[in-house]
């Protein structure tokens, strides 16, 4: 972590300053978010360098994640962990851009090196409902609150991604993955029954 | 497996891994530990990318002038 003093916050625990500014920032301070990006844009780049070369390229995704993070500031609450949350951020990020070029290019898939999306929380359902047979997962979605049962649906059966979920479902990308997560844990609490 | 946990690159762009490594909830570590009994393989690459996200970021990466830079766009941006 990087010594930075023009706050006057140096000699707090990471965690505590992390998630006081976390709470500072969703009241609006500037200061704060600043703050915050001083001491995680130096980890974001190192990370985003282990997956892309394109600095340039990487600069202007840890700039898009910041500005949402801005934008986003008064669903922060609902973050449980910072770093994983920022990391998550820049991947799909990265990934998204990646995409997007490789549409506009004329270069094989192969050449590019593009970050593929990774999608263990698939296997993971999967891992959820092992002991389970299909009858038994429908089943137990259809005891699922309605939109739990749909966002369950629409990402784990239909494959939609968060972002088309948020669409579908009007709904911010935080509450879809709270929506979810509920889901998951209602389902194991009554498969266990 | 649908998606082939082979190198290090794979864990650090798994979400659940990312959320496992920093976040140590009960199902994320149940998942992963039956995973890793499963595939007993793949452990030490993932021990390897579970090093590098807590430890090895911390190495000196952005410059102080690119970094000042990159924030002075955010801030001109958000505003």
């Not at chain 1, 593929?116 to 296997?123: G, L, M, R, T, Y």
């Not at chain 1, 993971?124 to 749909?150: D, G, M, T, W």
């Amino acid at each position: 972590m990087k010594e930075q003093n023009e706050n006057g916050m140096d000699g707090m625990t990471a965690d505590a300053d992390v998630s006081q500014l976390l709470s500072l920032l969703q009241k609006g301070d500037a200061k704060a978010f600043s703050r915050l990006y001083d001491l995680h844009v130096n980890m974001l780049f190192n990370y985003g360098c282990r997956l892309t070369t394109d600095k340039e390229l990487l600069k202007d995704c840890i700039h898009d994640v910041f500005i949402k993070i801005y934008n986003k500031r008064e669903d922060l609450g609902e973050v449980s962990n910072f770093k994983s949350y920022l990391f998550i951020s820049l991947k799909n990020k990265l990934c998204d851009e990646t995409r997007k070029r490789i549409n506009y290019s004329d270069l094989s898939v192969e050449e590019l090196n593009p970050i593929a999306p990774e999608n263990v929380e698939n296997d993971y359902i999967r891992f959820e409902a092992e002991s389970v047979s299909c009858r038994k997962v429908k089943h137990l979605l259809n005891q699922l609150p309605p939109r739990q049962k749909e966002a369950l649906t629409l990402y784990y059966i239909e494959e939609k991604k968060y972002e088309d979920i948020c669409v579908l479902m009007n709904m911010n990308y935080q509450s879809v993955r709270n929506l979810i997560h509920r889901g998951i844990l209602k389902l194991r609490s009554i498969s266990a029954i | 497996m649908k998606h082939e946990l082979n190198t290090i690159e794979d864990f650090l762009i798994n979400d659940s891994f990312i959320r496992f490594v920093f976040e140590q909830t009960s199902s994320l570590k149940e998942y992963w530990d039956s995973f890793f009994r499963q595939h007993p393989d793949k452990e030490p690459v993932a021990k390897e990318a579970e090093h590098i996200l807590l430890y090895e970021l911390d190495a000196p990466g952005i410059t102080l002038a690119e970094q000042e830079k990159l924030k002075e766009k955010i801030l001109a941006d958000i505003k």
